[in-house]
């Protein structure tokens, strides 16, 4: 194991002081180490590929490469930046980049990470990105890692630090940010499905929020057949959904959406805004972190989703608050806010209505059961259960 103090002092030491990235939970200890302790020098970027062309910037202006810190799932959304800014036939710009490598072979790992872990290694040699696995003793990570922060200086090029499942030694995050809201999410994801119409499909983001969609159907008896639960593709909820709902436009179809996820991809919005898909909501669980991978925060209260979701074109659903309950939100207070929105928008009270999408930001805590279980069913099973779901209508 590798302690990550002593992982951060070594790059210190390579020139290397500036960090960039998208959390992973492989890498939990090395995120919660630099939040704390690297200050101005640390962006949590909304995407991989955002997180390079920072890289790229900080050597521009400093002449010091800086350090990309991804999952492997990030992998393609730094592709481009990859092959189009910083390789050595563009404008050959040296970085480290650090990926957790979810889905090792050998490995058992969750269906999303199954290609992703095969191709990992391969991709990064196609690209022309030398990779260094970092093995478990930490004097030899550590020499690999200075081996490969200096290959990234002298040949002025991108080098990859793969991390393997239980690498870093445990670190905690001490400089929490304090929840705004007290409302758990699988409160909150309860009350919107029961509040849905009978005929109402959902497409749910990666990470947590699809786990609790699946308990939550189990524990209201209900089956999974509305429900596409996505397993990968960050960001990329609300299109899928869009692509339903346009081809199917008397079907209601809601995206329960996290921050992360639609920060991530947030071009999503102004398209699904402008797309005149009255017939599609998008719920984004609003917990201002990257709950799914150690809650790490994200930029999700800083910022005004809904005034965002408005100028792209949405109509906005007023969320259930605690002012108008008088307590503390639950899952009923949920299920008769998001109720009572459903029932003014179809009777057209909202302007605009007859041709514009819905957006509602429902603001929750972080944190999950810790008994939280995953869908028992393979991604292609619910796929064809809900395929069968949008052929009926
Ligand atoms: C492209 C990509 N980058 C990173 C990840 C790792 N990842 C999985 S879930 C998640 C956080 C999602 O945060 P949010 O959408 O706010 O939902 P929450 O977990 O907070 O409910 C991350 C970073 C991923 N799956 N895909």
Redesign the pocket.
């Known amino acids: 194991m590798i302690d990550v103090e002593r992982f951060v002092a070594c790059l210190k030491e390579g020139g290397i002081g500036f960090f960039a990235g998208?959390?992973?939970s492989l890498l939990k200890s090395f995120c919660a180490y630099v939040t704390d302790h690297c200050g101005e020098n640390h962006v949590i970027a909304a995407?991989?590929g955002g997180a390079v062309g920072l890289a790229a910037g900080h050597y521009l202006a400093t002449g010091n490469p800086a350090l990309v810190y991804?999952?492997n799932?990030?992998q393609?959304?730094a592709v481009n930046p990859l092959c189009s800014l910083a390789d050595p036939d563009v404008y050959s710009i040296p970085m480290v980049l650090l990926v957790g490598w979810r889905g090792e072979l050998g490995v058992k790992d969750e269906p999303?990470h199954v290609k992703q872990g095969k191709v990992t290694i391969s991709l990064f040699e196609t690209l022309g990105v030398p990779t260094g696995v970092l093995p478990d003793d930490e004097v030899a990570a550590l020499e690999v890692t200075r081996k490969m922060v200096e290959k990234a200086k002298a040949e002025l090029r991108p080098v990859a630090l793969i991390v393997r499942k239980g690498l870093f030694a445990e670190y905690k995050l001490q400089n929490k940010k304090p929840d705004i809201a007290a409302l758990p999410?699988e409160q909150a994801i309860e009350g919107v499905l029961r509040a849905l119409p009978k005929d109402a499909v959902v497409v749910s983001?990666?990470?947590?929020?699809s786990r609790e969609v699946y308990e939550t159907r189990e524990r209201l008896g209900q089956d999974h057949s509305r429900d596409f639960l996505t397993v990968?593709s960050?960001?990329h909820a609300s299109m899928i959904a869009m692509g339903i709902a346009k081809a199917q436009p008397s079907r209601k179809v809601f995206c329960l959406?996290?921050?992360?996820?639609?920060i991530?991809q947030m071009g999503n919005m102004a398209i699904v805004g402008q797309s005149g898909c009255s017939n599609l909501t998008h719920i984004v669980?609003n917990?201002a972190?990257?709950?799914?991978?150690g809650g790490q925060p994200?930029v999700?209260y800083d910022i005004d989703l809904p005034r965002i979701a408005e100028s792209c074109g949405y109509n906005i659903l007023e969320p259930p608050t605690s002012q108008f309950y008088g307590q503390e939100l639950n899952a009923d207070a949920v299920a008769e806010a998001v109720k009572f929105s459903l029932d003014h928008v179809c009777k057209g009270e909202y302007s605009g209505f007859s041709a514009c999408p819905n957006f509602m930001e429902i603001k929750v805590a972080?944190g999950a059961r810790k008994d939280l279980g995953r869908p028992k069913e393979p991604p292609q099973v619910n796929k064809a259960l809900y395929m069968k779901t949008l052929g009926g209508i």
């Not at 983001?205 to 929020?209: E, F, K, L, S």
């Not at 959406?257 to 639609?262: E, I, L, N």
């Open positions: 998208v959390p992973d995407n991989e991804m999952q799932s990030g393609g959304n999303q999410r983001t990666t990470g947590m929020i990968g960050m960001g959406d996290g921050d992360g996820a639609s991530m669980f917990n972190a990257h709950d799914s991978v994200t999700g972080k």
